[in-house]
């Protein structure tokens, strides 16, 4: 019998050689955009984010994931930021909640099924398991250390921070690594497989300060969820130059890495060969605006330099006007025919 989803996702993140490749492409607004719904709907109903996916599911009878995540503002929305929400993109928050050490004393450390839009998504994975647990690897996701302090305080002000009040920007990322683990380990209870953790602001600071003071967190973060029973991807949109070693050190399973650094680059800059690569096509000009055989010469390339240890997807996410004929060449690459 053909192996399942699951299984063969399990096989490559142990360092095992499944039947083929795993396939783990980012669907989020192109999810929406397949079932006709505003964007704005997706994010903010876990109904129809299951919906989207699984339609995608039945659609790419390749596809070897199911996710849950949809935009960065879950858990600052949960501590109190106000949103705006938009039909077509994730939504924005235009003024950060925290403006230094007193409102971070006041700060309340928010339930993830307290009802919010965290619960929605443990929903979300609920239904999921509902519908897929045991054949299709259920991603849960939860924001970054770093990237969750961003949200709350803003990127500029926490980038001075680091330097005019260290001891405050280290306490905003201790609170923000247990929001993060509390996340992570509510949804695997609720049957998520694997964790995503999105930290896309580590790709802005030193590779010095990354080693130092965020990878040790986001290793935090991993330990809890692997003592949880999940596995652990970590996902760091950008230029993350001078940080693999660092990377690799946090236990993450999986590492997604972007199209702006090779996967070559990535092993050669400490990240093991055991340890899972995902990616790291440019998802407009090498997945969207690729032609069927360009995308299999890149597909092929990044498989030649991750090795074996590997799972395909693009850099990041999969733009929502990408050409089902790339896609279905995508998927083909992962089947191998």
Same mark, same amino acid.
């Not at 077509?88 to 919010?116: I, K, N, V, W």
């Not at 280290?170 to 683990?181: H, K, P, R």
């Not at 209870?189 to 999105?198: F, H, V």
């Not at 029973?229 to 940080?243: E, M, P, Q, S, T």
């Given at each position: ?31 929406? %955009? ?28 390749? @596809? ?9 503002? !879950? ?11 938009? +039909? ?6 235009? !003024? ?24 929605? !998504? ?33 990127? +500029?002000?926490? @980038?001075? *921070? ?11 990322? +201790?609170?923000?690594?247990? @929001? ?23 790709? @802005? ?9 965020? *990878? ?13 029973? *999940? ?20 236990? *993450? ?13 990535? %092993? ?29 010469? +890149? ?28 896609? !279905? ?9």
């Amino acid at each position: 019998n053909p192996m399942n989803s699951l299984e063969r996702t399990r096989k490559r993140l142990l360092g095992e050689i499944p039947d083929r490749i795993p396939a783990h492409p980012l669907f989020m607004t192109y999810a929406a %955009r397949r079932i006709g719904v505003p964007y704005s709907d997706y994010v903010r109903d876990y109904r129809v984010l299951v919906r989207g996916q699984l339609a995608l599911l039945e659609h790419f009878d390749t @596809l070897d994931v199911v996710s849950c995540c949809s935009d960065a503002w !879950r858990e600052a929305a949960d501590c109190g930021a106000e949103l705006a929400w938009h +039909d077509h993109l994730p939504p924005t928050c235009s !003024r950060p909640l925290l403006d230094g050490p007193e409102s971070l004393a006041r700060l309340r450390m928010p339930d993830p099924a307290g009802g919010g839009r965290m619960s929605d !998504r443990l929903e979300a994975v609920h239904l999921f398991a509902s519908q897929v647990k045991g054949r299709v690897p259920i991603l849960g996701w939860v924001e970054g250390p770093l990237a969750e302090a961003v949200n709350l305080l803003g990127m +500029d002000a926490f @980038l001075v *921070a680091t330097l005019e009040q260290p001891e405050f920007a280290a306490a905003l990322m +201790d609170w923000t690594t247990e @929001l993060a683990v509390r996340f992570a380990v509510a949804q695997v209870a609720a049957g998520a497989d694997i964790i995503g953790m999105g930290d896309a602001a580590a790709s @802005l600071v030193s590779p010095e300060y990354y080693a130092a003071e965020v *990878a040790p967190r986001e290793r935090t973060v991993i330990r809890a969820v692997h003592k949880a029973g *999940a596995f652990a991807r970590l996902h760091i949109c950008g230029n993350v130059h001078g940080k693999f070693a660092a990377m690799d050190s946090t236990g *993450a399973d999986l590492l997604d890495i972007d199209y702006p650094q090779t996967l070559a680059e990535a %092993r050669q800059g400490g990240i093991r060969p055991a340890v899972c690569l995902c990616g790291n096509l440019h998802p407009v000009a090498q997945l969207r605006d690729a032609t069927p055989a360009g995308l299999l010469a +890149d597909l092929a390339e990044a498989h030649r330099q991750a090795g074996e240890a590997f799972i395909l997807a693009p850099g990041c996410e999969v733009p929502p006007d990408t050409p089902e004929a790339n896609l !279905r060449a995508f998927f083909a690459y992962a089947h191998g025919t």
